[in-house]
């Protein structure tokens, strides 16, 4: 501050003292420090007037003084102040509101939902001032209760809010994967007054996946998403002819370094790059699980870096101080992704593998780690990357996942007799059109059941009376609560065959089955996401497992389920296959990936920088 300024300031704080400093006068003086960005400076003042006054506008500058707080860091600052607020007027909206995102930021999301919902049953409307509160307390009630798994009211909570305002495309795209994991079908249900044009508009790249196997249209879906999220004319970070370091320096980066799928497939990758040709870089913003999983990817890093105290620009700018040559981006357009970070492009060369099953749709990527049964070439159109073509097969193995012992059918709570099939994925990936299938796959092998996951109880319950609506006993399905990896891996030597979900194939579980000798019968369209099994099948010398129609689909269902010898057959050959095929030698895909890698590095090193 200027001398001047000082001596304003002074003058204000003794006015203030004083009781001699009009309300309005004091949001003036602290609207001019806030634009020039004196924050602490206007707390003192509120807090000053709130010591030395008592009037009818005390609840307005506790409110004032909890925005201020939040806004200079002081969490516990502001959450204090918005209750005073609301002591002094319990009708008083505002403060409710940002209290929940106050109790957000501390850890309480139960207690920011109740603070949400008294907004949301009390603002009106049909007010102008609170009307806006109203649909944002909606939704951050819905997005808060989405990632609790309350899907049920998450989404009472979204279709009240675009009753209100239907040309919303942020909460129609959770809107959609919401109601794609509580299996309510049609997903695009025009209830709301919302035309399914724009909810196909508004659907996420994620959500994309369950919903079409038309490549374009999710090429499109990818790309609005970043026409969206991502400002144009960012700087770019990186020289495009690289660093030619003695050792390449490769660089994975996700908020899924933990107990999760990704680094259920990768950890194995981590550890076996040849540390004599590549330095290997981890850029993590994952939550501390505590699992040996997490302990284990972190201990496979040269440098293990946390970033997740950085905003998106700083990311990437302490990436490119580490003159990274290849950026590999675990996420794709899934949740936790830091787009923006690879949009400054922090590395010459940036890779996407494995979070996302489809096109990213972002300019900066560069290549898609593939094979060609996952993308042919003549699919590669529809994709924003280059396919960084695998010799074998896209997906790399962990060789060393642990597993419990073999449970019995009675530990898993299925019944003693009749042919079990399974499709243990979430729930968001099952379709009317798969599930009517199954539905005829069950009537055509009298006596047999089908084991799905228990994902949450409201899919449950659609999927039960989905059943009955085509004739078929609810009671036939069965549902796996979720149980340790160990425990889930055991599971799958109790099942007869996996049936395979579409558009959206199994991944991760796919290999899962396939690594504990359960075949696993996939259907295989057009895009990323509805040949991942197929790939794998292919890998594993299991072509006859890859249909391409559902009709063939249930039909050879049913004609495995009565053919025990043929079944059997296939395990004989899935167990040689995991034994010296190349689907499960991992070594063999770390050093064909190693060579791809550095061919490409070698041929940005031609390029000027």
Not at 23 to 30: I, M, R, T, V
Not at 135 to 141: C, E, I, R
Not at 395 to 422: H, I, N, T
């Amino acid at each position: 501050m200027s001398e001047t300024q000082n001596t304003d300031y002074a003058g204000i704080v003794n006015l203030i003292w004083h009781r001699q400093l009009p309300f309005p006068q004091l949001l003036d003086y602290a609207g001019r420090l806030e634009a020039v960005g004196l924050g602490g400076l206007v707390a003192v003042l509120y807090q000053t007037w709130l010591k030395r006054n008592d009037s009818a506008y005390d609840h307005f500058a506790w409110f004032n003084l909890g925005a201020t707080l939040f806004a200079e860091g002081d969490i516990n600052g502001a959450r204090e102040a918005y209750e005073q607020a609301i002591r002094r007027a319990p009708e008083f909206i505002q403060p409710r509101f940002n209290l929940g995102l106050t109790l957000e930021r501390l850890g309480e999301p139960e207690a920011a939902i109740e603070q949400w919902a008294w907004v949301a049953q009390h603002a009106s409307p049909d007010k102008a001032d609170e009307r806006g509160l109203l649909v944002s307390a909606l939704n951050n009630q819905g997005r808060l209760q989405e990632n609790r798994k309350q899907y049920a009211d998450a989404l009472s909570c979204l279709d009240r809010s675009l009753v209100l305002d239907p040309h919303q495309t942020d909460v129609l795209h959770h809107w959609v994967f919401i109601r794609e994991k509580q299996c309510l079908w049609p997903v695009y249900d025009p209830a709301i007054g919302v035309d399914p044009e724009s909810m196909r508009k508004a659907t996420s790249a994620l959500a994309m996946l369950s919903l079409s196997d038309d490549p374009e249209a999710q090429l499109a879906a990818a790309r609005q998403y970043a026409e969206r999220k991502i400002p144009s004319g960012l700087p770019t970070l990186a020289p495009g002819g690289g660093y030619r370091h003695d050792r390449i320096r490769i660089g994975y980066c996700s908020s899924d370094f933990c107990l999760h799928p990704v680094s259920m497939l990768t950890v194995e990758l981590f550890e076996l790059h040849d540390r004599e040709k590549f330095e290997i870089y981890g850029f993590c913003w994952s939550p501390e699980d505590g699992s040996a999983l997490r302990q284990r990817v972190v201990d496979t890093f040269d440098h293990y870096i946390r970033i997740d105290g950085m905003d998106e620009e700083a990311s990437a700018r302490l990436i490119r101080e580490h003159e990274i040559d290849i950026l590999i981006d675990l996420h794709g357009q899934t949740r936790g992704a830091r787009t923006r970070m690879l949009a400054h492009r922090p590395a010459p060369i940036q890779i996407t593998y494995l979070g996302l099953p489809a096109t990213t749709g972002l300019p900066a990527i560069d290549y898609v780690i593939a094979d060609r049964f996952l993308i042919p070439e003549d699919h590669a159109r529809y994709y924003s990357e280059t396919p960084l073509y695998m010799p074998d097969v896209y997906q790399v193995s962990d060789r060393k996942r642990p597993c419990a012992p073999p449970p019995s059918r009675l530990d898993c709570g299925l019944p003693a007799e009749g042919f079990v099939f399974c499709s243990l994925n979430n729930n968001n990936k099952y379709t009317p059109e798969v599930f009517a299938a199954w539905m005829n796959i069950l009537r055509g092998v009298p006596g047999s059941l089908l084991w799905l996951l228990a994902d949450n109880p409201w899919a449950e319950a659609n999927l039960r009376r989905e059943a009955q609506r085509h004739g078929i006993d609810g009671s036939r399905l069965f549902f796996a609560e979720r149980v340790t990896p160990e425990q889930y891996l055991a599971r799958y030597t109790v099942p007869d065959l996996f049936l395979d979900t579409f558009p959206f194939n199994a991944g991760t579980t796919a290999n899962d089955a396939l690594w504990m000798g359960l075949p696993v019968l996939t259907l295989s369209g057009r895009c990323f996401a509805s040949r991942m099994a197929g790939a794998l099948l292919t890998a594993a010398g299991l072509p006859e497992l890859i249909t391409h129609d559902l009709q063939t689909y249930e039909d050879k269902a049913v004609a495995l389920a009565r053919d025990p010898a043929s079944l059997a057959t296939i395990r004989a050959r899935l167990a040689a296959a995991r034994e010296n095929g190349p689907l499960f030698d991992t070594p063999r895909f770390v050093r064909n990936l190693e060579q791809e890698l550095a061919d490409i590095v070698a041929s940005h090193a031609e390029r000027p920088s």
